[in-house]
């Protein structure tokens, strides 16, 4: 009886081959045969699956995105049971910082796609991410739950405050990877803003100081 094919498995297979490759290589510079290769199949049975280039690294992208999830959601679950709203928000933006390969490549890979959509045609015809807001929207939810536990700035605008620090942390994720400072100092510089927002009651009871981790 031949072998039955998991088609889920096979496409994850070969999502993670892209996103090994691209890693290394840089997104623009991958090609349908680089990752056939890099994932031990042919290259037939990549465009079987995908088709398309850009299908393909639009599939890469949603299986980044849920890696990132699960990322997200470990960092919650290690915090405890009942992490709080500051615990969530550290997770959530700690979690996108690149301080280590699995995050190192999630960040390139992220911004690659994000200049990839406005220069392609292909790739700009379709959406970039399915819910482009949803993190805009889960730190705006955590931010309005502490502000209304008495843990965060009452008179602050929850939605802004969610834009300002999802666009600082990409921003100090770009300045890791080229090198301008390293993971301890942008951390350092994202709970400095925290504290800002957090009052002391809501502050996360993981360590102040270096990248925890590690």
Same mark, same amino acid.
């Given at each position: 009886?031949?072998?039955?094919?998991?088609?889920?498995?096979?496409?994850?297979?070969?999502?993670?081959?892209?996103? &090994? @490759? %691209?890693? $290394?290589?840089?997104?623009?510079?991958?090609?349908?045969?680089?990752? +056939? !290769?890099?994932? =031990?199949?042919? *290259?037939?049975?990549?465009?079987?699956?995908?088709?398309?280039?850009?299908?393909?690294?639009?599939?890469?992208?949603?299986?980044?995105?849920?890696?990132?999830?699960? &990322? @997200? %959601?470990? $960092?919650?679950?290690?915090?405890?049971?009942?992490?709080?709203?500051? +615990? !969530?928000?550290? =997770?959530?933006? *700690?979690?996108?910082?690149?301080?280590?390969?699995?995050?190192?490549?999630?960040?390139?890979?992220?911004?690659?796609?994000?200049?990839?959509?406005?220069?392609?045609?292909?790739? %700009?015809?379709?959406?970039?991410?399915?819910?482009?807001?949803?993190?805009?929207? +889960?730190?705006?939810?955590?931010?309005?739950?502490?502000?209304?536990?008495?843990?965060?700035?009452?008179?602050?605008?929850?939605?802004?405050?969610?834009?300002?620090?999802?666009?600082?942390?990409?921003?100090?994720?770009?300045?890791?990877?080229?090198?301008?400072?390293?993971?301890?100092?942008?951390?350092?510089?994202?709970?400095?803003?925290?504290?800002?927002?957090?009052?002391?009651?809501?502050?996360?009871?993981?360590?102040?100081?270096?990248?925890?981790?590690?």
């Amino acid at each position: 009886m031949p072998k039955r094919v998991d088609h889920d498995e096979r496409r994850a297979q070969i999502a993670e081959a892209l996103i &090994r @490759v %691209a890693g $290394r290589r840089g997104l623009h510079a991958v090609g349908m045969r680089d990752v +056939a !290769a890099e994932a =031990a199949v042919s *290259l037939r049975l990549v465009q079987y699956y995908f088709q398309t280039k850009e299908k393909l690294l639009f599939h890469g992208l949603q299986h980044l995105t849920d890696r990132f999830t699960e &990322r @997200v %959601a470990a $960092r919650l679950r290690a915090t405890g049971p009942d992490p709080g709203p500051r +615990a !969530a928000v550290e =997770a959530l933006l *700690l979690a996108s910082l690149p301080t280590d390969e699995e995050s190192r490549t999630f960040h390139l890979l992220y911004t690659s796609y994000a200049m990839l959509s406005v220069t392609d045609e292909a790739l %700009a015809a379709q959406p970039f991410v399915d819910s482009p807001d949803a993190a805009e929207n +889960a730190l705006s939810d955590l931010l309005r739950q502490a502000q209304e536990a008495g843990l965060a700035d009452r008179d602050a605008d929850a939605r802004t405050e969610a834009i300002g620090l999802l666009a600082m942390t990409a921003t100090l994720g770009t300045s890791i990877l080229v090198g301008q400072r390293g993971p301890d100092e942008a951390v350092t510089v994202l709970r400095y803003h925290l504290d800002r927002i957090f009052t002391p009651d809501g502050s996360c009871s993981a360590p102040r100081t270096g990248v925890p981790w590690k």
